[in-house]
């Protein structure tokens, strides 16, 4: 019942999921958004020590599962990329890439048709991250999370064999009094479905004990602890698996350091995966969402060039191999 009131919230289908790329379009990421990024030292920290303990206790594949990708298929945000007479942006962006984090799914909870649709339009090696609605995360802060937690997977389960890790980004301010909504969240959450969390403020990273408690009950129930690197945060950077999945939200600063970033990215993944890491999500932002695919083109390059793999790489996007953004 509750799902249809949602639902009454916008139209259904396109008109639902366009109401809410309009409500979105104004959000960019902010997040660790800073004046001058020349200014700041984005060197990637060493290694957490249990890092490498983890990744020896995996059975290191043949080769990782991969996903690379935008956090929108919106053309209003990634302009230039869709070519002259795109009549429909997500079969386009799904011939592309091989992923999407579905940012979208975070403002609303949309109707079970839109879900279908989405699986409906995208190629069979396709797959969805979406964000858990801020319903759960921001509003009801966790609380009393078991009613929302099944509304919510009921919704997204209909992704079926397209529905990869879904994620929860809990608020900024959202410290570790609040242990027991997350310690709740975490048992209620079906275990079954892949589940990363991204921690924001810098009190679960900064206190041993805290920290030690956190990564503890992730790897316990093997989930992610989702690493997001932003210019203006870099006291989050825990670099701290809890699992064989490297969930990664790449902020770009609109800046060439952009690109030197990324290079230590591939450098510290390839690093993971021959410790035995087993997936990679690695999905691109920018501050401004100017051209967040060519970002992405150029680090599939890096890793395929690295890794000897072979995700695929967007076309059209550059001429030449070594692309660069018009900053």
């Not at 249809?4 to 999921?17: M, P, S, V, W």
């Not at 594949?61 to 991969?66: C, I, N, T």
């Not at 298929?73 to 984090?101: C, H, M, V």
């Not at 403002?107 to 079970?112: A, T």
């Amino acid at each position: 019942m509750r799902s249809n009131r949602h639902a009454q919230l916008c139209a259904k289908g396109e008109r639902f999921y366009l109401h809410c790329l309009i409500f979105t379009k104004t959000a960019t990421m902010k997040f660790g958004k800073v004046e001058d990024p020349s200014q700041i030292d984005f060197n990637l920290p060493q290694d957490h020590p249990d890092t490498s303990k983890l990744l020896k206790k995996l059975k290191k594949p043949e080769k990782p599962s991969f996903f690379v990708g935008c956090a929108k298929w919106n053309k209003q945000d990634l302009k230039n990329f869709y070519p002259r007479g795109t009549k429909d942006e997500l079969q386009y962006y799904a011939s592309q890439f091989n992923s999407i984090e579905l940012n979208a799914s975070f403002y609303r909870l949309f109707p079970k048709e839109q879900f279908e649709t989405w699986r409906e339009k995208t190629p069979d090696d396709f797959r969805f991250f979406p964000k858990i609605t801020r319903m759960i995360s921001h509003i009801k802060r966790l609380k009393d999370s078991k009613p929302l937690i099944d509304e919510y997977v009921d919704h997204v389960i209909l992704l079926k064999e397209k529905l990869a890790t879904v994620f929860l980004q809990l608020h900024d301010n959202f410290q570790p009094k609040n242990w027991d909504r997350v310690e709740e969240f975490v048992t209620n959450w079906p275990g079954q479905q892949p589940l990363a969390i991204e921690f924001r403020h810098t009190d679960w990273f900064n206190d041993s004990e805290v920290s030690k408690q956190l990564f503890s009950l992730l790897e316990d129930h093997k989930m992610a602890n989702v690493l997001v690197d932003t210019a203006g945060r870099r006291d989050i950077m825990h670099m701290r698996m809890t699992n064989g999945e490297a969930f990664i939200r790449f902020v770009g600063a609109n800046h060439p350091s952009d690109y030197d970033r990324l290079d230590a990215w591939v450098e510290r993944l390839n690093s993971w995966v021959d410790q035995g890491l087993q997936q990679v999500d690695f999905f691109i932002h920018q501050n401004t969402e100017k051209e967040s695919p060519l970002l992405a083109e150029y680090f599939i390059k890096k890793i395929n060039k690295t890794m000897s793999l072979d995700i695929p790489v967007p076309r059209g996007l550059s001429d030449g191999n070594n692309p660069k953004l018009d900053l």
